[in-house]
Nanobody, 123 residues
């Protein structure tokens, strides 16, 4: 288990950008971002493996969102560009401790979760 602390959420106009950060207290196999909009299930956004930097994206966000990590500081980032009102959600950082395989990771692959940070995109 590691402790995860997200930051960087806020209010932005449609078309704008935000960068989320997640500080991890230790090293993991990989980390990811999920989000949950009001009245909807939590969904996968992006993930990255810590050592080799393999990236995975949800189809709807590929090209607008970029996941990255700073190995030295144990910080995960999510750069979100061309934001849309439907991107409004609470964004969660999560840590995985085992290889989730070659396919898109699932929520069950992640063992530690942050408290979430609110992103609101106004139209």
């Amino acid at each position: 288990q590691v402790q995860l602390v997200e930051s960087g959420g806020g209010l932005v106009q449609a078309g704008g950008s935000l960068r989320l950060s997640c500080a991890a207290s230790g090293r993991t196999y990989g980390m990811g971002w999920f989000r949950q909009a009001p009245g909807k299930d939590r969904e996968f956004v992006a993930a990255i493996t810590w050592s080799l930097g393999w990236r995975y994206y949800a189809d709807s966000m590929s090209g607008r969102f970029t996941i990255s990590r700073d190995n030295a500081k144990n910080i995960l980032y999510l750069q979100m560009d061309r934001l849309k009102p439907e991107d409004t959600a609470v964004y969660y950082c999560a840590a995985a401790f085992r290889n989730w395989g070659a396919t898109t990771p699932r929520q069950a692959d992640f063992g530690s979760w942050g408290q979430g940070t609110q992103v609101t995109v106004s139209s």
